[in-house]
């Protein structure tokens, strides 16, 4: 037969190979690094201002290790497949991106310690616990300790040959770390929750706790509280999620959910903490991360989704087939040559094999390899070592730790496997036969391994599936390798191995490997173009819209923001703008009534201090004027009686004295009534003039024909002092002008009145006229202007004399 192609292929390269898996640890590596960033320059700038805040730095202590972490799992997976081995034939282990991958376990060490401490001290130091929280500190980097040697002695056992994998049981201090960590979220909510009656001052009944965590928390503690106690529950969500059947959670596969939760819970420990932080300047920080958080997202979905299909597409070159055989035979320079051979099985014979593998004594000397050998191992697999039982992670490490036979390096279903040995001088047989039932979805092999004692090695594949399922993360699912290898010593010949999986992995990465250049690619822009978009958008309208508000605040009723864009936040604007100009006009309306307001009270002010003028002028005129008045009419009504037998002229003139005495003693109790305010409203004001023509008739022999018409009601000023010049103006014909008769005109309406009295007495040189005159005068006009009404005088010699008051009411 000639010699088989293909072999040895993937030995000796240092690739990574990029699937959806190290895509995830990709994204949320890229995130926790953002988020690193800006808290790092946070931790910066407190350090430079002499200001630390705990709380800041542990959660920098915490992203630190998350990205980390995320980066050791990303090169276990690039490097190793995310195999239970740190290391896989074609990875070099003494590679950096090899070494890296045992870290992971501690920088998760680091996660919970940092959150659990984080407890303590966020939202605000957890009362009398500060003793406690130095213990649980000590112990906790004691177990970061440990598993820093636990790293150590793994790289050292990759070195080796020798993998070596942490007992899954010594993870258990990082669950309890986690609980840890989530009762004491639960305490601080407790006490913020308490503490909300003392700060609100509030008397009312607080419901417990545990029904306050569903409803709105009372204070700001209390909230920041509660949402990091939910953050610190979602590992166990993740947890639960892993016990899922067939990894899928409905239609979502588990590992998108786990990415996505663990972005989830990335970026809410971030904003939770920024949102309670007072400061104003994380803003475009949020909407910055929550963009780049999405965009993972959806990248890390699309990698999922897409994913399984084109894994499920994969078919490896050179599958050997069920009926087919292979036989590796000795070149006779102690090396190999692999060749197809024709198919001729061996009965199944001999005794079976336990699980934990058998030793077998050979009947004949083995040359494998240039070496010899009496005596072989096989375990539960049907692979054959020569040193001792063989293990899959033997086959971890380039040319293998052992010399060793790889029939089918693959898994045996649940249903068990059945493996038997027979020997005799001139072969060993050994055959495996998987138990394959109708209603399971394993794989099932069925393989016959034969020994010759010439060193020929020939194996026969009784049963292949025709469509093998290659399984992400399981190489072993699958067939894996096929093909002898003679271990590490380097004087041996060159081993004869297929690595279907590493076929796989190329397979994969053909397909994922631009997307992670896209990825990084996107991130960088979006922490570029999203401030960029974002402060255009929305930073500066906002910006603007604050501006316009402190300026209204201080005062500044005018102001008018302007309106970039025509959508929500510039309707916010419009808005702003008109209540700003509502707010203008309804402070201007308020400025002119109140000074309305002013006028009025300076007006009543006046009048009343005019009231009060008048009561006291009228009091001292009661106490005086009038007082001596009342005394001296008396005597003059007594004079007429004593002047009896005397002349009639001194009769009369006592008589006319008395006359005049009760006609001043009247006048004056009517100027005091007047005074009082007491008589304005009493008579129509024609009346009250009628009556003054009549009174001078009386008492002066004057004729004064009136024409006065009916008069609407006016303010009392008015009424006072229009009655006054008509007083004036009679006193004044009886007094100056010698005329026996006289003519006074009255006419008003609702906001006008006018006067006129005038007669044909003698007149007199208005420029001329004496000082008793042009007194009379100019108190009339003072008493016109009070009121604003305008007085004219027109008089000549020898052509009487004519005054005219007109008042219009003001607007």
């Known amino acids: 037969m000639p010699p088989d192609a293909g072999w040895n292929s993937a030995l000796g390269t240092s690739s990574w190979y990029w699937t959806p898996g190290a895509i995830s640890y990709l994204t949320e590596a890229l995130l926790a690094s953002i988020i690193l960033a800006y808290l790092g320059m946070r931790v910066f700038g407190d350090w430079r201002r002499g200001r630390l805040y705990?709380?800041?730095?542990?959660?920098?202590?915490?992203?630190?290790?998350?990205?980390?972490?995320?980066?050791?799992?990303?090169?276990?997976?690039?490097?190793?497949?995310?195999?239970?081995?740190?290391?896989?034939?074609?990875?070099?282990?003494?590679?950096?991106?090899?070494?890296?991958?045992?870290?992971?376990?501690?920088?998760?060490?680091?996660?919970?310690?940092?959150?659990?401490?984080?407890?303590?001290?966020?939202p605000r130091p957890l009362p009398r616990a500060r003793l406690e929280s130095i213990v649980i500190a000590a112990i906790l980097a004691m177990a970061i300790a440990v598993e820093c040697a636990f790293a150590v002695y793994a790289d050292i056992s990759l070195l080796r040959g020798d993998p070596w994998w942490r007992p899954d049981r010594v993870t258990l201090w990082m669950a309890i770390a986690l609980i840890g960590s989530a009762i004491t979220f639960w305490r601080q909510f407790v006490v913020a929750h308490e503490g909300a009656d003392g700060e609100t001052g509030t008397s009312h009944r607080q419901p417990s706790a545990i029904r306050a965590i569903w409803r709105s928390p009372a204070n700001r503690e209390a909230k920041a509280a509660r949402a990091f106690l939910l953050l610190a529950l979602l590992p166990l969500v993740h947890i639960a999620a892993l016990l899922a059947p067939e990894g899928r959670l409905g239609s979502i596969p588990l590992d998108v959910f786990v990415c996505w939760s663990t972005l989830a819970m990335l970026l809410g420990l971030t904003l939770v903490y920024l949102s309670y932080l007072p400061e104003r300047s994380s803003f475009l920080f949020k909407l910055t991360t929550i963009g780049i958080a999405v965009l993972l997202a959806g990248v890390n979905g699309v990698a999922w989704i897409i994913g399984p299909t084109h894994q499920s597409q994969f078919r490896p070159p050179d599958l050997i087939a069920s009926g087919q055989a292979l036989r590796f035979a000795p070149l006779g320079n102690g090396d190999y040559a692999a060749q197809r051979q024709v198919f001729l099985t061996e009965p199944v014979r001999g005794e079976e094999i336990g699980p934990n593998g058998a030793r077998i004594e050979l009947l004949f000397e083995l040359d494998f390899y240039g070496r010899r050998y009496d005596r072989v191992f096989v375990d539960r697999l049907g692979t054959i070592g020569f040193d001792r039982v063989p293990t899959p992670t033997d086959a971890a490490f380039g040319r293998g730790v052992q010399p060793a036979i790889y029939p089918l390096l693959a898994s045996t279903p649940r249903s068990g496997s059945r493996i038997t040995a027979f020997a005799d001088s001139e072969r060993l047989v050994l055959t495996r036969l998987d138990r394959c039932r109708?209603?399971?979805?394993?794989?099932?092999?069925?393989?016959?391994?034969?020994?010759?004692?010439?060193?020929?090695?020939?194996?026969?594949?009784?049963?292949?599936?025709?469509?093998?399922?290659?399984?992400?993360?399981?190489?072993?699912?699958?067939?894996?390798?096929?093909?002898?290898?003679?271990?590490?010593?380097?004087?041996?010949?060159?081993?004869?191995?297929?690595?279907?999986?590493h076929s796989f992995l190329i397979y994969l990465d053909r397909l994922f490997k631009p997307l992670v250049g896209f990825t990084i690619a996107t991130v960088l822009a979006a922490l570029v173009g999203l401030p960029l978009l974002f402060r255009s958008f929305l930073i500066q309208p906002l910006n603007r819209l604050l501006r316009g508000i402190r300026r209204f605040r201080d005062g500044d009723l005018t102001t008018q923001v302007e309106i970039s864009f025509n959508d929500e936040i510039g309707y916010l604007i419009e808005s702003f703008n008109e209540m700003a100009h509502a707010q203008q006009a309804m402070t201007q309306g308020l400025e002119n009534r109140v000074a309305e307001r002013v006028a009025e009270i300076a007006h009543m002010t006046a009048r009343n201090a005019q009231l009060e003028e008048r009561t006291r002028l009228s009091a001292d005129l009661h106490d005086a004027v009038a007082q001596t008045l009342a005394s001296a009419s008396l005597f003059a009504a007594a004079l007429p009686e004593r002047l009896k037998g005397g002349a009639a002229a001194d009769v009369e003139a006592a008589e006319h004295i008395a006359k005049l005495n009760r006609h001043a003693l009247i006048e004056m109790r009517g100027l005091l009534t007047e005074l009082r305010g007491g008589s304005e409203g009493q008579w129509p004001l024609t009346h009250r003039l009628g009556e003054l023509a009549i009174e001078f008739s009386r008492l002066h022999g004057l004729t004064v024909t009136s024409d006065l018409a009916d008069d609407a009601p006016l303010p009392p000023e008015v009424y006072a002092i229009f009655y006054r010049v008509a007083q004036e103006c009679l006193n004044n014909v009886v007094k100056h002008s010698g005329a026996s008769e006289a003519e006074m005109i009255f006419d008003a309406l609702h906001d006008r009145a006018m006067l006129m009295v005038s007669d044909r007495g003698k007149g007199f040189d208005m420029r001329g006229a004496d000082r008793r005159e042009r007194l009379g005068l100019a108190i009339m006009e003072d008493r016109a202007r009070l009121i604003g009404a305008t007085l004219e005088i027109e008089s000549s010699p020898g052509d009487g004399c004519r005054v005219t008051m007109i008042w219009t009411r003001s607007q």
């Open 54 to 122: 705990a709380p800041t730095v542990l959660l920098t202590v915490l992203m630190s290790a998350v990205a980390l972490a995320f980066l050791a799992s990303m090169f276990r997976v690039l490097v190793a497949g995310g195999w239970v081995s740190y290391a896989m034939p074609w990875s070099p282990v003494d590679a950096w991106s090899t070494l890296a991958m045992p870290w992971a376990r501690p920088f998760g060490g680091v996660i919970c310690a940092a959150l659990f401490l984080f407890a303590y001290r966020f």
């Open 438 to 501: 109708a209603d399971q979805s394993d794989p099932c092999f069925r393989v016959q391994t034969i020994i010759f004692a010439d060193g020929r090695i020939d194996i026969n594949y009784l049963e292949m599936p025709p469509k093998p399922s290659f399984k992400l993360f399981d190489p072993l699912h699958a067939p894996w390798l096929i093909g002898i290898t003679p271990g590490p010593a380097p004087a041996a010949g060159s081993p004869l191995l297929r690595d279907y999986y």
